[in-house]
């Protein structure tokens, strides 16, 4: 591929996800990137932000072919921290229609003589949103979502998620009280910068928690950190807010999936995704 062109953009989530091409070895694609300071929990970077950095890259690397990611799988295997870190991607498999591809999210851990520490992998299927065909027709009926008036400002905690100056929140009410494990919101880039594809991977990432509603009563606070996230893409999303629903059905030794789905304004389906997650204290991430 080309080398990568330095992004000029008065937005700040397309500055924190910037990433540089670096070279071709042995057939491996090489971006470099930063994790920015303000885009963690607590010391942890966000994993969603750190997954719309990938998407980027994987943008980059499919530009003279495909546009649009169709489908992304990925591992979380360790934490990431603030600093520098590498992308290597390899293409699996080259198509007319659709094309797969695979990347690894390597960092050091703060001594830059050790090796670099696989943090994530993910695999990718690239083509075409607007090109595909086909039958469309939801097999069951879709959660309402809430309207903007029936939800209440999110006031996101300073000393636990540090993007806090760079969202607005609205959580629905109706479910504030409930004993059911799921969450409902709109949100949206305080800068307005508009949606798009790749900020999709952020987006599905903040669910405040499904679970907290139901847990916190009785456990407190706690970490809530991503295992496997996978999103399946729709639509290409119009406008700056975002609607999320999420809701989690079961809790095992600590371990609990989160299924939802993202709309924008228009009321377009953007995203399916699925979650993995751990519940652990919060004293896990301090």
């Known amino acids: ?7 000029q953009s008065s937005f700040v989530f397309d500055k924190v996800i910037q990433v540089e091409y670096r070279g071709n070895v042995n057939g491996i694609q090489l971006y470099s990137g930063y994790c920015d300071q303000e885009w963690r929990i607590r010391k942890v970077m966000h994993g969603g932000y750190l997954l719309s950095m990938i998407l980027n890259a994987f943008t980059h690397h499919f530009r003279n072919v495909h ?7 990925a591992h979380f295997l360790n934490t990431s921290i603030v600093g520098p870190c590498e992308i290597e ?3 699996i498999k080259a198509g007319k229609t659709q094309s797969v591809a695979y990347a690894i999210l390597k960092q050091k851990n703060g001594n830059l003589m050790e090796e670099s520490i696989e943090k994530i992998h993910a695999t990718v299927i690239f083509g075409d949103l607007n090109k595909e065909k086909g039958i469309s027709q939801p097999y069951y009926d879709v959660i309402p979502l809430p309207k903007k008036s029936d939800c209440e400002l999110f ?17 629905d009410t109706q479910n504030k009280n409930s004993n059911r494990a799921e969450r409902k919101h709109w949100i949206k ?3 307005e ?7 999709l991977g952020a987006f599905c990432d903040f669910i405040f928690p499904a679970t907290t509603n139901y ?18 893409f729709k639509n290409l999303p119009k ?18 999936e989160v299924d939802g789905e993202l709309w924008d304004e228009s009321g377009n389906l953007l995203c399916i995704t699925r979650h993995m997650c751990l519940i652990t204290p919060i004293k896990t991430n301090l």
């Open 1 to 7: 591929m080309n080398e990568t062109e330095i992004i």
């Open 67 to 73: 546009p649009h990611p169709i489908q992304i799988s």
């Open 89 to 91: 991607i390899q293409d």
């Open 155 to 171: 006031e996101l905690d300073p000393t636990l998620l540090f993007m806090h100056d760079h969202l607005k929140i609205l959580l």
């Open 189 to 191: 880039f305080n800068d």
């Open 193 to 199: 910068r508009q949606l798009d594809i790749i900020s």
């Open 215 to 232: 847990l916190e009563r009785s456990l407190g606070e706690c970490w809530h950190p991503t295992l496997t996230l996978e999103i399946q």
């Open 239 to 256: 406008g700056q807010w975002v609607a999320g629903s999420f809701r989690s059905r079961f809790l095992r030794n600590g371990r609990n």
